[in-house]
């Protein structure tokens, strides 16, 4: 954890009028160590002092400043992570059966090939995008 995330995420919700507090510097750290995108009971079990109520309540504040990503899959629980540009740029596998989210980077070659596929259909449709995300959607080994 650096002291720079934590700088841009207090900066990050100042410019919506909050505070970067105590619970939420908590959820911000959760974030930061986990290995993956996160369900809100997850995120409890690992840190036991947060209470469900301003967890959500919270991560609902953090995702509104850019700070954290919310990813809706087919099950009951939203998963969240860190804003992609605190980390670095990742897609999501999602299982359509149990609903987990594992992240997954692209070579950068490929990456590159990418983008510029997507920007000429950014182009073709006369549409200014500002970046991309790729979820794939299947079924993890878990549910096969």
């Given at each position: 954890m650096t002291a720079e995330l934590h700088d841009i995420a207090s900066a990050r919700l100042r410019t919506t009028g909050q505070r970067y507090t105590t619970r939420r510097r908590a959820l911000v750290e959760v974030l930061d160590q986990a290995d993956g995108p996160l369900t809100i009971p997850q995120i409890l079990e690992l840190d036991r002092s947060l209470a469900q109520s301003s967890a959500y309540r919270n991560l609902a504040v953090l995702e509104q400043a850019d700070v954290v990503h919310r990813i809706v899959t087919n099950d009951d629980f939203a998963r969240y992570e860190l804003?992609?540009?605190?980390?670095?740029?990742?897609?999501?596998?999602?299982?359509?059966?149990?609903?987990?989210?594992?992240?997954?980077?692209?070579?950068?070659?490929?990456?590159?090939?990418?983008?510029?596929v997507l920007a000429d259909v950014a182009d073709a449709q006369s549409f200014q995008a500002d970046h991309h995300r790729l979820d794939l959607v299947g079924t993890c080994a878990d549910c096969r």
């Open positions: 804003a992609e540009d605190l980390t670095e740029h990742h897609h999501h596998l999602i299982c359509r059966t149990c609903g987990s989210v594992a992240d997954f980077t692209l070579d950068p070659s490929v990456e590159g090939d990418l983008d510029r």
